[in-house]
C-alpha cells in the first residue's frame, strides 16, 4: 500500500529540480508542514518564501516573482486558495498570465472533521471559470510526478489541487502513460492507452459504459470498472486528470462507444467535471450523462473515507450507480 502522498510527490520533483534551475521559487502561506514542504525550505532557503496566514499575499508575491523571471509555485489549503485569494488568482496570475502554480493542498474533504470551512467542494468550478486558469487534479504520486515536471517547463497559469492523504497508485513509475492536457484511457480497471491511441482497435471499444473520474476517485472509478467486469459489465474509466483544458476527444471518443457515461468527482455537483463532460456529450454526441458528486449541501463530518462511503463515493457505490444507470 502507498503511503506517499501526491503533495510530498511535488516536493520530490521540485527539490531535484531546484539543484540546477536556481529560478524555482515556492511559497506558503503558514503551510510548508501540511504541503510537505518543508525539506524544500530548509534545503533551499533562500528559493522559499513564508508570507504565513496570507493567502492574498501569497498569490499577488508568487506573480510578482513569476513577473520577475522566476518560476513560482505557491502553495496552501485548497479551501482557502480558492476563496480567499480568489481576486489575486484571476487578476495577477490569469490575466496577467504569469508562470505561476497555485496548489491547492489537503483539497476536496481532506480535512472532513473540520467541516464546511475547510472543505474545498466549488474550486474545481471557481477556478475553471478564470479565463487561462488550467485545472489539474492528478490521481496518484507517479502522474502527480509527471504533471509537475511538464509546469517546469511551460510558462502559463495552473491550479492543481491534491489530497491530503496518500492514495494507491494507479500508475508505476516505469509505466506511467502522461500526455500534457490528455486523459489516460483504463480498460476494464486493468490495461492502460493514451487518448491519442485508436481508441475502436482495442479492448476498450464495445464497453457498455464510460465512466470519467479525477483526482482521488480515479482509483475507485478504476476499482469499479474491474469489479463491473466480473459482473458481466464492460466500463471504460478515463482518468481526466486535466479538467481545464478538458480533453474533449477522448470524452467524445469514449461516449460515443458507450450506453451511457458516469462521471465522478470529489465536488458540488454544479459546476465541475461531470457539468464540463454533459456540455461535451450532449452537443456532440448525445447520451445519457449522470455525475456522482459531493451533495449541495454541507456535507457530514468524518475521515474521507467516512465521508466517501457515506455519498457512495467508493468503488461498491460507483459500480451500484453503473448498474442502475445501465438498467434505466
Do not use: W
Request: glycine share 6%; net charge negative; with cysteine.
Amino acid at each position: 500500500m502507498n503511503k506517499i502522498p501526491n503533495r510530498q510527490a511535488i516536493c520530490d520533483v521540485l527539490m531535484e529540480k531546484a539543484k540546477t534551475d536556481k529560478d524555482i521559487v515556492v511559497l506558503c502561506s503558514d503551510s510548508r508542514g501540511s504541503a510537505s514542504l518543508t525539506p524544500f525550505a530548509d534545503t533551499y532557503p533562500e528559493q522559499f518564501v513564508e508570507v504565513g496566514i496570507a493567502e492574498q499575499d501569497l498569490v499577488s508575491i508568487a506573480a510578482g516573482l513569476a513577473k520577475c523571471g522566476k518560476k513560482a509555485f505557491a502553495a496552501s489549503p485548497a479551501s482557502f486558495l480558492s476563496t480567499r485569494s480568489y481576486e489575486q488568482a484571476k487578476v495577477d496570475v490569469a490575466y496577467s498570465n504569469t508562470n505561476v502554480t497555485l496548489i491547492g493542498i489537503s483539497g476536496g474533504v481532506s480535512y472532513g472533521a473540520l467541516g464546511m470551512s475547510h472543505h474545498s467542494a466549488q474550486d474545481i468550478a471557481a477556478m475553471s471559470a478564470i479565463p487561462n486558469m488550467r485545472v489539474y487534479l492528478p490521481s496518484d504520486r507517479f502522474q502527480t510526478a509527471k504533471l509537475i515536471e511538464a509546469l517546469l517547463k511551460d510558462e502559463k497559469p495552473a491550479y492543481i489541487r491534491v489530497g491530503r492523504n496518500a492514495v494507491e497508485d494507479i500508475y508505476r513509475e516505469d509505466d506511467c502513460p502522461f500526455a500534457m492536457d490528455q486523459a489516460t484511457v483504463i480498460c476494464d480497471g486493468t490495461a492502460q492507452i493514451s487518448s491519442e491511441a485508436d481508441f475502436e482497435n482495442t479492448d476498450c471499444a464495445g464497453a457498455d459504459l464510460a465512466i470519467i473520474a479525477c483526482g482521488e476517485m480515479v482509483r475507485p472509478a478504476v476499482d469499479a470498472a474491474a469489479l463491473l467486469k466480473e459482473q458481466g459489465i464492460r466500463a471504460v474509466a478515463l482518468d481526466m486528470y486535466c479538467v481545464k483544458p478538458l480533453d474533449t476527444k477522448a470524452v467524445i471518443r469514449a461516449a460515443g462507444s458507450v450506453k451511457a457515461v458516469l462521471t465522478v468527482e470529489e465536488h458540488a455537483p454544479f459546476g465541475g467535471l461531470g457539468s464540463m463532460v454533459s456540455q461535451v456529450v450532449g452537443s456532440e454526441c448525445p447520451k445519457k450523462v449522470v455525475n456522482l458528486a459531493l451533495p449541495d449541501a454541507p456535507v457530514i463530518t468524518g475521515t474521507s473515507k467516512e465521508v466517501f462511503d457515506y455519498y457512495g463515493l467508493n468503488v461498491e457505490g460507483i459500480a451500484q450507480k453503473a448498474k442502475e444507470i445501465l438498467q434505466k
